[in-house]
């Protein structure tokens, strides 16, 4: 019984290492991430662009909405690193 609970308390020591192909999968995250970076920041001046027009002409104001939605995906999008970080910890 001694015996047993001995080898169940070896500490094993390893180190991480990143698995084959991640390189790859690191590069298309990467171009994702540009992608969505650029449509939220074309999103964001065609809200600003429809609100002027709205603006101007008096018309209905669904641009603040869309300008605000906007705003929130570009935070989102730009701490998601960070939030991936938070919930699940290397």
């Known amino acids: 019984m001694l015996h047993a609970i001995s080898v169940l308390a070896i500490s094993f020591d390893t180190t991480p290492q990143a698995p084959?192909?991640?390189?790859g999968l690191l590069k298309i995250i990467g171009w994702i991430s540009w992608a969505v970076?650029?449509?939220?920041?074309c999103a964001v001046l065609?809200?600003?662009g429809k609100?002027?027009?709205e603006r101007w002409h008096s018309g209905a104001t669904e641009s603040p909405k869309m300008l605000v939605g906007a705003l929130i995906g570009?935070?989102?999008?730009g701490s998601a690193g960070a939030?991936?970080?938070a919930v699940a910890p290397a």
Not at 74 to 77: M, P, R, S
Request: glycine share 10%; charged share 0%.
């Open 20 to 23: 084959p192909g991640s390189a």
């Open 37 to 41: 970076s650029a449509a939220l920041i």
């Open 46 to 48: 065609v809200a600003g």
């Open 51 to 53: 609100f002027a027009w």
């Open 74 to 77: 570009a935070v989102i999008a």
């Open 83 to 85: 939030i991936l970080n």
